[in-house]
């Protein structure tokens, strides 16, 4: 149980083309899911918490119009990186929250994003 | 505010040694602790978890103590395989968050 699934694993894209990533509870609902970006051999830097329904909450320093999250369901939360450079090439991760059990996140695959 | 401390640098050792990964963390009250596994490509998945001072955790051969008196959460392993190479991350829970530490890249040779 407590599976969180990433689509797509990886993608390549444009500079200046917007790209979604998924992120889905398959087994359970996830009221709270976490957005986080991991830089090559370094730990993972929180970008944002989002609450099904609700907006999300980002950390300082994340740019909420660049890094769009849409937390529409107990079971699906999207990022969208809108107009994309180089520079927001990375790994993606997002975790999700079991509710019966507060302090355990369950962890996506990621996504490596590619920015040409 | 709430910190996880980890060794610095890679470790290498060959297959059947015995592993050992420090953890300090700083935290106001009594976060949960975690130990998370990368392996290339791929995401964290959770490798064992404390609540509370005292409770030992454990999975796949790997072990945790939660003390308090030295705000530690070392994880260990007493014979490592080629297949436990990976990254390692510490991690606590505190106001409402996961906090890691840098990680540790652990590389058995057989």
């Known amino acids: 149980g407590a599976v969180v699934s990433q689509h797509p694993s990886w993608v390549i894209c444009k500079s200046g083309t917007s790209v979604k990533i998924e992120c889905r509870s398959l087994?359970?609902?996830?009221?709270?899911m976490f957005w986080y970006r991991q830089f090559p051999k370094q730990s993972l830097m929180l970008m944002a918490t989002?609450?099904?329904?609700?907006?999300?909450?980002?950390e300082q320093g994340v740019e909420k119009d660049k890094f769009l999250i849409n937390h529409a369901s107990l079971t699906l939360s999207t990022l969208t990186v809108t107009s994309a450079h180089p520079e927001d090439s990375s790994f993606y991760i997002c975790?999700?929250?079991?509710?019966?059990?507060?302090?355990?996140?369950?962890f996506g695959p990621g996504t490596r994003l590619t920015v040409l | 505010g709430d910190s996880v401390t980890q060794m610095e640098g890679p470790v290498t050792l060959s297959e059947e040694a015995f592993l050992t990964i420090n953890c300090t963390y700083t935290?106001?009250?009594?976060?949960?602790l975690f130990w998370y596994v990368q392996y290339p490509g791929e995401g964290l998945q959770l490798l064992l978890k404390?609540?509370?001072?005292?409770d030992k955790g454990s999975n796949k051969g790997f072990e945790a103590t939660y003390r308090k008196e030295t705000t530690s959460f070392h994880l260990e392993k007493g014979s490592v395989q080629v297949s436990d190479s990976a990254v390692y991350f510490c991690?606590?829970?505190?106001?409402?968050?996961?906090?890691f530490g840098k990680g540790n890249q652990v590389v058995v040779i057989p």
């Open positions: 087994d359970f609902q996830a009221t709270t």
């Open positions: 975790s999700a929250r079991d509710g019966d059990r507060t302090d355990t996140q369950y």
């Open positions: 935290a106001t009250g009594y976060p949960s």
């Open positions: 991690a606590l829970y505190g106001n409402n968050r996961l906090a």
């Open positions: 989002s609450n099904e329904g609700s907006k999300a909450t980002y």
């Open positions: 404390a609540t509370k001072a005292d």
